[in-house]
């Protein structure tokens, strides 16, 4: 006969919380659903159990786990702490689906001994938090324009200076001067830090070329800024697990999987600042990328 048990949401939450305890601590003796005797007689419930001896010092930990509808409020810190300090533990955890109440926050804090936190399981996603990570990409473009002083008193030169080209006075290439610009921008031969920069040309090496010839020069550059814009959004995880501690807001994981961050989306969908300054949010994650353009 094959025996069926079922375990209710709660019991399960207690599971996953254990077995995610043990995935990051693998020789700790994690124990779920544990009966010790307190100091005041009573036979107490602890939904995870940690104990340990380090340098030869007895470590204890119980850990509370809370599958509510509704946020950990300060009555719940409080019979925690009840149960912590009657079995002697050195260290009280409460782990919860829904948050905690900001009088729950300041009650663990007062008393020091208690961790408030989440999980992070996305392998049991009606367990676990939904977490979205804030990201800044910082898209660079070039601002330019080009510069030129001649010895040739009838340089004549093309209106449009897109289309100024320059002859090598050795091998006779021609470069149309904004396309070579543009290729050295998108194969990173030149600059792409925050700044202002000179790509220049030298006169010994190349002269220019004009509707009605050649012509020498002593100066042809192209003077760029590389500036800056930033896109602020945030990014699904899709897989990973961890342990997010919410008095420290830190999430404490041995990695994680983001959703795909697509550019075309970021454009057209995160909030976007022209200084850095201005963003108040913490980003996890701080890119940069540039501008391409066609040759």
Not at 216 to 238: A, C, D, H, K, T
């Amino acid at each position: 006969m094959v025996q069926i048990i079922f375990m209710r949401k709660d019991q399960i939450f207690e599971k996953v919380a254990a077995e995610l305890h043990q995935y990051f601590s693998p020789n700790a003796p994690v124990k779920h659903d544990q009966k010790i005797i307190g100091r005041s007689g009573v036979l107490r419930q602890i939904d995870v159990l940690i104990e340990d001896e380090i340098a030869t010092y007895p470590l204890r930990i119980v850990i509370d786990c809370k599958y509510y509808s509704s946020k950990v409020d300060i009555n719940d810190v409080g019979q925690v702490w009840d149960l912590v300090d009657d079995v002697r533990a050195n260290l009280g955890v409460i782990i919860s689906n829904a948050g905690f109440t900001s009088g729950a926050k300041k009650r663990a804090l007062e008393l020091g001994r208690m961790k408030l936190c989440s999980i992070l399981d996305l392998e049991n996603k009606d367990f676990s938090v939904k977490l979205a990570l804030p990201m800044i990409c910082e898209l660079r473009k070039p601002v330019f324009n080009f510069k030129v002083a001649g010895t040739d008193s009838n340089m004549n030169l093309h209106v449009d200076e897109k289309l100024w080209q320059i002859e090598n006075k050795i091998d006779g290439n021609v470069l149309n001067v904004y396309q070579d610009f543009l290729s050295k921008w998108n194969s990173d031969e030149i600059s792409h830090e925050v700044g202002s920069h000179i790509l220049a040309y030298s006169p010994s090496d190349w002269r220019l070329i004009g509707p009605n010839g050649s012509f020498e020069f002593n100066i042809l550059e192209v003077n760029y800024n590389s500036v800056p814009r930033y896109y602020v959004g945030f990014v699904p995880l899709i897989e990973g697990k961890g342990i997010i501690d919410i008095q420290e807001n830190v999430l404490k994981t041995r990695g994680f999987t983001t959703d795909k961050v697509v550019f075309e989306d970021i454009q057209k969908n995160w909030e976007v600042f022209d200084n850095l300054n201005d963003i108040k949010i913490k980003p996890v994650f701080h890119f940069v990328a540039s501008d391409m353009f066609l040759s």
